[in-house]
């Protein structure tokens, strides 16, 4: 559901289109409302072209559409194309709330195609001394503590510095999954020393991992949140994975367990948004979603990818690639709010393509998942393409 900003500023700019078409003909006054609805019933491109021919008339106040023209181009995707015709409305607007409105749509479309650099990695950080420290192992269990966290490992130094990451992790979890809500609960995070005591201690890991998570109930019937980790990886040094990746990764599969209790998180959407907690984008991904969604045996399409429970060895890229690649999808075309309520209605029973429907507040359409796998794999060519492009280009200047 859009924001009651949003509802606001659709309602006024509703009502003055509807004066000024009336103000000029009946028949202007058809196609404002025709591209109204085109919008309500998630049409962008009818929408867009309805209210393109609108604005091209020199009837009063007809220079309204560009909202219209505006926000199906967002809801598209085409960010800059967006900004260009919410300026368009912005030159013309002497209305204050509508400004206000279009300032900030503006904004959010200048974030979409030129967003906010991710803080760097904490691995990206640390010199070789600073890595050897860190790969040292005392005979002692140290422990430090958070906000959110009981840390032990058998490194003093390590610990303090996984408290802290654990920290940006989770507000950055928070931020994806929860809408920037807090999480009021405490982790227990063990740290051990290398694979044969993280396997010693996780029992039920599996057997290839470095990192795990468990949430159960202790025999008093407390809940019992804990991760567990490795220290060293197989050559003895400091595990940076660990910091980056499996820390993340694994405290967003906690998080998600927990909000959705008993009901079924798809396997797709749980990994994609671990993945999106991870502490930097794995371009790898992003190119192989692309190619696969391009043709190719190696394909899998949206409603299978929807229904896996697990993946097999020889798709195990594939899949994860393309998880992320429409986790990020979602994410970035919904709302904040329309984000939670899909995860909300997902927990409710319903499959994700109902689920979207639900917090779009569109009606009920039996293709919409077609048309979701769609637009979904248009743009991960399109991401694909560009990181391509943008490595060619480096190469060719290097």
Not at 368 to 394: G, I, P, T
Request: aromatic share 8%; glycine share 6%; charged share 25%.
């Amino acid at each position: 559901m859009a924001s009651r900003t949003a509802i606001l500023a659709t309602g006024m700019l509703a009502a003055g289109l509807t004066l000024a078409a009336g103000i000029g003909g009946f028949s202007t006054t058809d196609r404002i409302q025709d591209a109204l609805s085109a919008l309500a019933e998630n049409d962008p491109l009818r929408a867009e072209a309805v209210a393109a021919g609108v604005v091209g008339s020199e009837r009063d106040g007809a220079w309204r559409a560009w909202m219209i023209v505006a926000a199906a181009r967002q809801r598209q995707g085409r960010h800059r194309q967006a900004l260009e015709a919410y300026r368009q409305f912005l030159a013309l607007c002497r209305d204050p709330a509508e400004r206000t409105y279009a300032i900030e749509r503006i904004r959010k479309c200048r974030l979409a195609f030129a967003p906010p650099p991710r803080p760097v990695p904490a691995s990206k950080l640390l010199s070789r001394r600073r890595r050897a420290e860190l790969a040292e192992v005392d005979s002692q269990q140290y422990t430090e503590s958070t906000e959110h966290f009981v840390i032990r490992a058998y490194n003093g130094s390590l610990a303090k510095l996984v408290g802290s990451q654990a920290e940006v992790s989770l507000r950055r979890i928070c931020r994806i999954i929860l809408s920037g809500q807090d999480y009021p609960h405490a982790i227990n995070l063990y740290v051990w020393p290398d694979v044969a005591e993280y396997r010693k201690h996780a029992v039920s890991a599996a057997e290839w991992s470095g990192g795990s998570f468990t949430l159960r109930h202790d025999a008093s019937g407390q809940t019992v949140r804990r991760i567990d980790l490795t220290q060293r990886d197989g050559d003895g040094g400091f595990d940076v994975v660990m910091l980056d990746r499996v820390l993340p990764h694994e405290l967003c599969h906690l998080v998600l367990t927990e909000l959705f209790g008993d009901a079924r998180c798809p396997l797709a959407l749980n990994e994609g948004l671990a993945m999106m907690a991870e502490a930097e984008v794995d371009n790898s991904r992003v190119l192989l979603a692309g190619a696969a969604v391009a043709g190719g045996d190696r394909k899998i399409a949206l409603e299978t990818l929807l229904l896996m429970d697990r993946c097999k060895a020889e798709n195990a890229a594939v899949f994860y690639a393309e998880a992320f690649s429409l986790t990020c999808f979602l994410h970035c075309r919904l709302t904040p709010e329309q984000f939670r309520e899909t995860l909300a209605h997902i927990k409710g029973g319903c499959t994700l393509e109902e689920a979207v429907q639900r917090a779009l507040y569109v009606p009920y359409e039996e293709a919409f998942l077609e048309r979701l796998a769609r637009s979904w794999e248009n743009e991960a060519v399109r991401q694909s393409q560009f990181l391509k492009a943008l490595h060619d280009e480096e190469d060719t200047a290097s």
